[in-house]
């Protein structure tokens, strides 16, 4: 398969219009998955030839640094939409004057894209730190269900980056770099009896769960390693107890012996398609 744009000016002159496969088409239900080219974004590069342009490829936008979502992963869950901001730092000696960034999913993105995160905005907006350095920014709204259509487009994503020089050259390239796209998880915890007399057993209940962007709903997430955690009431830092595995509905069960009182609570390191997840702390008075 072929890799469109590793540089616009390879992508200027023969990019065309990424199509999903048709099956992934008929699997995506109401999502879009019409990704556009450099040339559907930025117009053809004036004066130049794809040839020329790529024997001087210092000539076209160069990228410094690209952000999305601060640098934290896009997490969503089961009903409200995720807005993040995006942002590309570029410079060209004729400064910048656009720029461009999307997430997609797949394994090819002419032929095999199954996920699309488009920008909301038709142009960034841009700011110049100088006459020939730019940062650009955009946003991009996730909506669960419908771009999120279905559990295994979560994990990575691909980013395509784009940015647009002020002679109308630019920089284009789908596989700039890759960031996570995850599904809300909730963690639960509960510590009884309360109180409890010293030396008798506490049990530490819990679930731990996370969004089903196929049902909109929340669901257990099953055999995944949760640590049982404890800290005293005059202590601000946690100490784990033990580690145990949360069952096929997602729930969690172990017993404790009490000693002091203060703080239990589950905490989930997280998947590459689930984020990492505290519970907050369930206080038990001991007597």
Known sequence: MRIRATVAAVTGALALTALAAPAAQADAGNADLDKPS??????????????????????????????????????????????????????HPTGIQDAYVDLWHGTDVEDGLDGYLPPNEDAATCTASSATTSTCKLTITAYPGVDLYKNALAGTWKVTVGALAGDGSFYWNDYHTTHKVQRYSKLTVNASPEPVKKGKTITVTGKLSRANWETEKYAGYSGQSVKLQFRKKSSSTYT????????????????????????????????????????????????
């Open 38 to 91: 450099a040339t559907e974004r930025f117009g053809s590069p004036s004066a130049k030839s794809a040839f020329r342009a790529a024997a001087a490829a210092d000539e076209l936008p160069v990228i410094t640094k690209v952000t999305v979502n601060s640098g934290k992963a896009v997490v969503v869950g089961t009903t409200n939409a995720k807005t993040v901001t995006v942002s590309v730092t570029a410079s």
């Open 240 to 287: 784990t107890l033990k580690t145990i595995k949360t069952n096929s509905t997602g729930n969690l069960s172990t017993t404790v012996t009490a000693g002091v009182d203060g703080y239990y609570r589950y905490a989930f390191a997280g998947t590459s398609t689930t984020p990492a997840i505290n519970a907050a702390g369930d206080f038990v008075d001991v007597q």
